[in-house]
């Protein structure tokens, strides 16, 4: 019980940081929670090219750019891609299924048929100028093989793989070529322990599992070769560092986490101990990376992908980890950033070892020379030429000690990035220089269900550039590839590979869009959005990284017109589309700034438009929208508003408002309600054929109504006198075919009748109501049935009492829109031409700030309904 408590104490505070994290900003010192700019779905990809083979799961790629080959690693195949262009048809292929045989006996092991018993390809890198080497799981027996790279065919035998690549597909798993030497990690033989093993050449070498296991139920993620051995004072050795999560073997201060992210060395010439550690590492040594928000106590303790940017040497080589929660119900990721230098140094301090059973700092003397370090002049001036010369005392001392007791902190000690509601699962990062002569970083993060984000580096804090949908039906990204010559980004998953551009400068399509989008690829020329690496005279070009707000010339761009005329009471949308998600838009009237937040203003703006209630004389006039961005106002949508008086329903009197006129040239400026006046645009049309359209209209709306209502009369007395019918042919409960069920007395004399209500919209809508039980009572955009209890002793011939008076229908539940913010549904019932819809009403709460909604989901019924009754062929002249 003591335990429980525990438990569901930890859980509550877990609950409760992640709801202070999700529900409150961050302050401006620590702005994590980066919103993506733009959004762009697969069918706006520019420049992209897609490859799709016969097999499925292409999750190994090996981009060489010397060459412009882009290998790739299917289930059951292999490609050697074009680089250049990865759809143009002159490939290669080497199909490399596994036999039947073999998939037999994967199934005899129990093993999956859809997805286990076949051969993935794992491993695929250069072996040689020549060769490549490959390995595969092959239905659970793996099996390598050398590729002859020009002919690209096998050129020898397979080989026993079992010690080189893991049995299951699913299990993590990473490895390197190293001048003909083989690392890798994984979990290799079936029911294995995970492992760190050079496999060739002689004499193999892994981890220790007695009386210290080194590792314990690791995931890896990743490798990287650093030679620290180029240029070295101290005559070190190159390092292969391998980074993943394992199980916490130390005390952590937070007992719910179970799991702990690791970086681990290896030094390239070890070769094992002479007596202890024969055929052991006698190198190893590994530390506990951490990726925390310190202000939430938030720790991101899962690794998922690891980026090595290379510097001038070893010491100023970074790297990038995508870090995660344990708790796969709650999406959230990180990104941090590491130096290698500061890795060193955690592996130069103090150890971590085993006492009382639970590790604990090691504060005994430390023999010399330093356990687990690779061997360097120091040694070498005492006679220790390789690891098989290191003393025993050392050697079991590093068996004892592989864990450091230091932590490997981010720079900065905070994530670059955090993502709410996002798995990022792969990183790549390229470096690109700007106008302003800085170079930023650009991290291209791919999700868990097949998007691309684009994030750039600004002095500390990140940027999203854009969101790519690179995948149409969601899914992971396993795999991904980064050509620097080529500019492009080699994206893998289940379904195929996805070559995008470092960028589309040619989606901007204004001198502040391109500004504003803070993309170092790209600048202003004064007539396009260019790329800046295209270019040799780049005196002219505008670009603005640092603020994205400076070098556009106002009246720049374009402005898109409408123009409407409407009927006095009916409801209008203008609608104001902005490209960028960080933009709030921004209305006038004549000069004047629409306050559109309290329904009885006549106004309600959301992210998508603004809606006028109940159209009146007065609001007639010049309507501008305005997409506000960092402190500056572009114009991007421009409306000529003519209210109509009803010449079936009077109006009050009001003064008719002048509109001001605007012409089509684009206006930008800082956030402001002061407006100039610009030149006037096209006149409207002439009032009279409108009110003869109207007119029209009104007629075909009367007639519908008598023949929809006659129609709707007649159903409803068939469904009461078949409803009154099957009540007294059968006794007790049943359930009619349709799902309506029907309640009585079966011992009762008196029968009960129930009256079938519908709650329509006065039988105009743009088909009539169907009468039957099979309709669906969750699509109530023109009403609903309802069926009202009642006790009443009369014959089916006779005619039925007097209903009661309508009820109002139902509230319905909040709904939750694209951008996260809700409104509730529906309140009030309008006007719009003959067709009625449901009024969105937000009831602002008291003491908050008024927030933008969208439209979307209220006006798809108008919009639906427009296309089979409008009647003016001219869209510009008529209400949405």
Request: with cysteine.
């Amino acid at each position: 019980m003591k335990n429980q408590t525990s438990g569901q104490c930890v859980l509550l505070l877990l609950v409760t940081r992640l709801s202070q994290l999700w529900a409150f900003p961050f302050s401006p010192s620590l702005d994590l929670d980066v919103t993506p700019r733009t959004t762009v779905f697969s069918k706006g990809l520019l420049g992209s090219a897609r490859f799709t083979g016969s097999s499925q799961n292409y999750s190994t790629l090996l981009l060489e750019q010397e060459t412009g080959q882009l290998y790739v690693g299917g289930r059951g195949a292999l490609y050697a891609l074009n680089a250049s262009n990865i759809s143009t048809p002159a490939n290669y292929t080497i199909d490399w299924d596994s036999s039947p045989e073999q998939k037999k006996q994967c199934l005899n092991k129990g093993r999956d048929n859809q997805t286990e018993c076949y051969n993935h390809i794992r491993f695929l890198q250069r072996y040689n100028e020549t060769h490549l080497y490959v390995c595969g799981t092959n239905a659970f027996r793996p099996l390598c093989a050398y590729i002859d790279a020009e002919r690209f065919n096998f050129s020898s035998g397979f080989e026993e793989g079992r010690d080189r690549c893991p049995y299951d597909p699913s299990k993590k798993y990473t490895g390197l070529l190293v001048d003909g030497e083989m690392f890798t990690a994984s979990q290799y033989e079936f029911r294995s322990s995970p492992d760190v093993r050079r496999n060739f050449p002689f004499p193999t070498l892994r981890t220790e599992e007695a009386p210290t296991r080194w590792l314990l139920e690791a995931d890896f993620v990743g490798s990287v070769l650093l030679k620290e051995s180029f240029n070295s004072s101290i005559g070190d050795d190159d390092k292969i560092y391998f980074f993943f999560t394992e199980k916490s073997q130390e005390q952590i201060t937070y007992p719910s986490q179970t799991k702990v992210a690791r970086v681990a060395r290896v030094c390239k010439g070890d070769w094992g101990g002479q007596r202890t550690l024969q055929r052991k590492w006698t190198t190893f040594l590994k530390a506990r990376m951490v990726c925390s928000v310190p202000e939430y106590e938030l720790h991101l303790n899962i690794l998922r992908s690891v980026f090595v940017l290379h510097g001038q040497d070893a010491h100023s080589s970074i790297f990038y980890g995508v870090f995660g929660l344990e708790w796969k119900n709650i999406k959230a990721s990180g990104i941090c950033q590491y130096a290698f230098s500061d890795v060193q140094k955690v592996f130069d301090g103090p150890y971590m070892e085993v006492q009382d059973s639970k590790w604990r700092e090691f504060t005994g003397k430390v023999p010399e020379p330093r356990p687990g370090s690779c061997i360097t002049d120091l040694h070498r001036s005492q006679s220790i030429n390789s690891s098989r010369d290191l003393p025993d005392n050392i050697l079991t001392f590093a068996r004892r000690h592989p864990l450091m007791a230091t932590q490997v902190y981010p720079i900065g000690l905070r994530p670059l990035m955090f993502k709410r509601s996002i798995n990022y699962v792969k990183i790549a990062v390229h470096k690109a220089p700007a106008l302003d002569g800085n170079i930023y970083t650009i991290l291209f993060l791919g999700t868990d269900d097949g998007w691309l984000h684009r994030a750039v580096d600004i002095n500390g804090e990140m940027h999203i550039i854009e969101e790519l949908q690179v995948f149409d039906k969601p899914q992971p990204i396993e795999s991904m590839a980064i050509s620097s010559a080529l500019q492009s980004i080699y994206v893998g998953s289940d379904s195929g590979v996805v070559q995008v551009p470092m960028s589309a400068c040619q989606r901007y399509l204004s001198c502040y869009d391109c500004v504003l989008a803070r993309d170092p690829f790209c600048a202003w020329d004064g007539r396009a959005c260019v790329e800046i690496s295209s270019l040799r005279q780049k005196s002219n070009l505008v670009q603005d990284i640092l603020r994205g707000t400076r070098g556009c010339k106002d009246h720049s761009g374009n402005v898109v017109y409408r123009r409407r005329s409407v009927m006095s009471g009916d409801d209008v949308l203008l609608q104001c589309e902005l490209r960028s998600n960080l933009a709030t838009p921004r209305w006038t009237l004549n000069g004047q700034e629409i306050q559109g937040y309290d329904l009885n203003s006549g106004y309600r703006i959301g992210t998508d438009g603004l809606l006028i209630i109940g159209a009146r004389v007065r609001q007639s006039g010049s309507y501008r929208c305005f997409a506000v961005e960092n402190s500056v106002s572009v114009l991007v949508y421009l409306y000529t508003v003519k209210v109509h008086t009803d010449p079936y329903f009077p109006v009050e009197p009001t003064a008719t408002t002048n509109p001001t006129t605007v012409s089509s040239s684009s206006f930008f400026s800082t956030s402001s309600p002061t407006e100039q006046p610009l030149p006037s645009p096209p006149a409207p049309l002439p009032p009279k054929p409108e009110f003869q359209t109207y007119r029209h209209m009104e007629a075909v709306y009367i007639s519908l109504v008598a023949i929809l209502g006659g129609l709707c009369l007649v159903l409803s007395v068939v469904l009461l006198y078949v409803s009154f019918c099957t009540r007294r042919a059968s006794r007790g409960p049943k359930f009619s075919q349709q799902g309506l069920r029907v309640l009585g007395e079966p011992d009762s004399k008196r029968s009960s009748l129930f009256e079938l209500k519908t709650i329509s919209s006065h039988c105009n809508g743009r088909q009539a109501r169907r009468s039957t039980f099979t309709h669906s009572f969750d699509d109530m955009g023109d009403g609903f049935f309802q069926i009202v209890p009642g006790e009443i002793h009369m014959s089916p011939c006779k005619t039925p009492p007097p209903a009661p008076p309508l009820p109002m229908p139902p509230p319905l539940p909040d709904v939750d829109y694209a951008n996260g913010l809700s409104a509730t549904l529906p309140s009030v019932l309008r006007k719009m031409n003959g067709n009625s819809y449901m009024l969105l009403r937000q009831g602002d709460p008291e003491g908050m700030s008024p927030l933008y909604h969208s439209f979307t989901e209220e006006l798809n019924r108008i919009l639906e309904k427009r296309k089979h009754t409008q009647l003016d062929l001219e869209p510009d002249e008529s209400s949405i």
